[in-house]
């Protein structure tokens, strides 16, 4: 069967679709409920009061932003960098109300629509959507391992330092 492959204005309009249903899930997130004196937070933030699985339960719906703009042709470069954005949030929203106030306040989905929207001015990177997730994906954890390695030995420093002194 010969089947032509689609023509550019339709695989346009579908990534215009996809990048606009994906900016209003950013906008309910982070943005969509207003307060007094112009300040705006979203479902996120709000999520992120739920003690133990709201921050869990915001982080995996902005997950689905990052793993639709490795579909659209983001780079692991620029997928990394969302990826960071979301574990900033996460990690900063566990800490009791001061947490919650960087939540409402980060607004990572946004930033990340504008990380997707700055890599979708350029050219799309090359690759499947899989690899390229992938290869951020072990970026990420790559760099944690490293930190991780390096906590545990400040640890043991301290720990050490700690028994000389009480030593002593």
């Given at each position: 069967m010969d089947q032509n492959p689609p023509?550019?204005?339709v695989s346009e309009s579908s990534t215009a679709r996809d990048v606009k249903s994906l900016r209003r899930l950013s906008w309910l997130l982070d943005s969509s409920i207003p307060l007094p004196g112009g300040f705006r937070v979203g479902l996120d933030g709000i999520l992120g009061l739920i003690p133990g699985v709201g921050d869990a339960l915001g982080a995996s719906l902005s997950t689905y932003i990052?793993?639709?703009a490795a579909r659209l042709g983001a780079t692991p470069?620029?997928?990394l960098r969302m990826m960071m954005n979301i574990l900033l949030e996460s990690l900063v929203g566990t800490i009791p109300v001061l947490g919650d106030l960087f939540d409402f306040a980060w607004k990572s989905n946004e930033r990340n629509m504008r990380l997707l929207d700055?890599?979708?001015?350029?050219a799309p990177a090359h690759g499947s959507a899989k690899h390229r997730l992938t290869t951020a994906s072990v970026m990420l954890l790559s760099g944690f391992a490293i930190i991780l390695v390096l906590l545990i030995v400040l640890a043991v420093k301290l720990l050490l330092a700690l028994v000389a002194a009480l030593g002593a």
């Open positions: 023509s550019p204005s990052v793993v639709q470069v620029q997928l700055v890599q979708l001015q350029n």
